[in-house]
T-cell receptor, first 119, second 116 residues
């Protein structure tokens, strides 16, 4: 267990429905990332938060996707009007920009992911 | 644009043997970090080893070591004394200086099977 949790672990939804995923990072971490991983591929960057500010979004993140990190703690990723092409594993990771105890700067710790299936 | 390429989709190794996974990357940056991540079946991705580009010495973590060739933009992972628990998908990843966003760019992955 890396200390990063995600909920739910699995989500099956029908095309056109909205879904929301939650990520709880390691508490000392000020950086939070969302990635998408399709079967047999490496994760692809979606978006990045430093504290509560969303500082970068990938072109992969269409206008149907929105992410928030209120108060710089947990984060949510919402997909509106889901499409079959959205089926993937959504991974959250957190890191710190400072060296804290045994945690190395910029070392990302990943959650277990939320597997989304759109039928 | 930065890219990471892993040319070996699948590899296998006998338990206790040594295996090397290949990775090449492309960037015009001079200050960056390289990582190998392990993703066991249905389990969380964990960091195996990291290498700072400004360090000439190759990183080592117990049975895992890297061969970092900056000029060739190559970053291979060597696993010595392979164990059954090493069976996993391995991803090579890259990020530019931590003062930037720190987002990771991943390769396609190599599935490693350790056989008893």
């Amino acid at each position: 267990d890396t200390g990063v949790s995600q909920d739910p672990r699995h989500k099956i939804t029908k095309r056109g429905q909205n879904v929301t995923f939650r990520c709880d990072p390691i508490s000392e971490h000020n950086r939070l990332y969302w990635y998408r991983q399709t079967l047999g591929q490496g994760p692809e960057f979606l978006t990045y938060f430093q504290n509560e500010a969303q500082l970068e979004k990938s072109r992969l993140l269409s206008d149907r996707f929105s992410a928030e990190r209120p108060k710089g703690s947990f984060s949510t990723l919402e997909i509106q009007r889901t499409e079959q092409g959205d089926s993937a594993m959504y991974l959250c990771a957190s890191s710190t920009s400072q060296r804290l105890g045994g945690l190395n700067a910029n070392e990302q710790y990943f959650g277990p992911g939320t597997r989304l299936t759109v039928t | 644009a930065q890219t990471v390429t892993q040319s070996q989709p699948e590899m296998s190794v006998q338990e206790a043997e040594t295996v090397t996974l290949s990775c090449t990357y492309d960037t015009s940056e001079n200050n960056y970090y390289l990582f190998w991540y392990k993703q066991p079946p249905s389990r969380q991705m964990i960091l195996v080893i990291r290498q700072e580009a400004y360090k000439q010495q190759n990183a080592t973590e117990n049975r895992f070591s890297v061969n970092f060739q900056k000029a060739a933009k190559s970053f291979s992972l060597k696993i010595s004394d392979s164990q059954l628990g090493d069976t996993a998908m391995y991803f090579c990843a890259f990020t530019i200086s931590p003062s930037n966003t720190g987002k990771l760019i991943f390769g396609q992955g190599t599935t490693l099977q350790v056989k008893p």
